[in-house]
């Protein structure tokens, strides 16, 4: 019994990993103070692609926009870019990108429970959680495509696995942010307009964010009743 448990230890990995084909990397204009975050990375049929959705902010102009795409388009691993919508700050693209070339798509492999990404500057800051047996050929694999740097690492259990890491860093943030002004109050403190006005977002983007963040979480809470 001992022997099984131990193939199923869980390790929480904070990495950083540098490398030159990273979607924050740009070529050009001065994009310091520009984020992204990946929403959902799903593997293709074609076993050698991902369907990707990222968010940029704050992306503040035409001129942004334009950069941003184009940047994209020149990138190495970019197989076919679909779409793109501005809203408030945030620029949501989507996008089919090369599996060899994402960090989700090399650690997808191997029987990662979460994962979060954001990205700034070439760098990405990955939240996973990976079995441990696996940690080792893992970080082998991220190693092929850059510099990684393991910045914190711990074993933990089932029960330490928090609803926050659920939800992406936009979710998260807005969730909070409704959390601190009384927006779940009744009657309401606050309104969706206030936390947009807050977080510089649209009023549609803070209440696609707060109503999503309460689906994951409603859906994680049911289903452990179930466990």
């Known amino acids: ?21 990273c979607m924050s990397r740009f070529k050009f204009g001065d994009f310091h103070d520009l984020k992204m975050s990946t929403i959902s990375s799903i593997p293709l049929k074609a076993k050698n692609y991902l369907f990707t959705i990222q968010d940029y902010y704050g992306v503040n102009s035409d001129r942004k926009v334009s950069l941003i795409i184009k940047n994209l388009k020149n990138n190495s691993s970019m197989y076919a870019l679909k779409n793109w919508y501005l809203t408030g700050n945030i620029l949501r693209v989507s996008f089919v990108e090369k599996l060899s070339d994402s960090p989700y798509g090399l ?5 990662i429970l979460k994962y979060k990404e954001s990205s700034q500057n070439g760098v990405d800051n990955i939240s996973t959680i990976i079995l441990k047996i696996n940690e080792s050929d893992a970080l082998t694999s991220l190693n092929s495509l850059g510099n990684v740097m ?18 992406s860093e936009m979710e ?16 309401k403190q606050s309104h969706l307009k206030d936390i947009a006005r807050e977080l510089n977002i649209s009023i549609v ?5 707060i109503r999503s963040a309460q689906k994951k979480i409603i859906m994680n809470e049911f289903n452990s009743l179930y466990d």
Do not use: C, W
């Not at 711990?154 to 029960?159: D, F, L, M, S, Y």
């Open 150 to 167: 393991v910045r914190e690492r711990g074993e933990i259990n089932e029960v330490q696995i928090g609803f926050n890491f659920l939800l």
């Open 1 to 21: 019994m001992d022997n099984m448990n131990d193939s199923f230890r869980m390790v929480k990995l904070q990495i950083k990993l540098e490398h030159n084909n």
């Open 107 to 111: 650690l997808s492999s191997f029987d």
């Open 172 to 187: 998260l943030t807005t969730f909070k942010k409704a959390l601190i002004m009384n927006y779940f109050d009744s009657p």
């Open 205 to 209: 983007a803070a209440n696609s964010y």
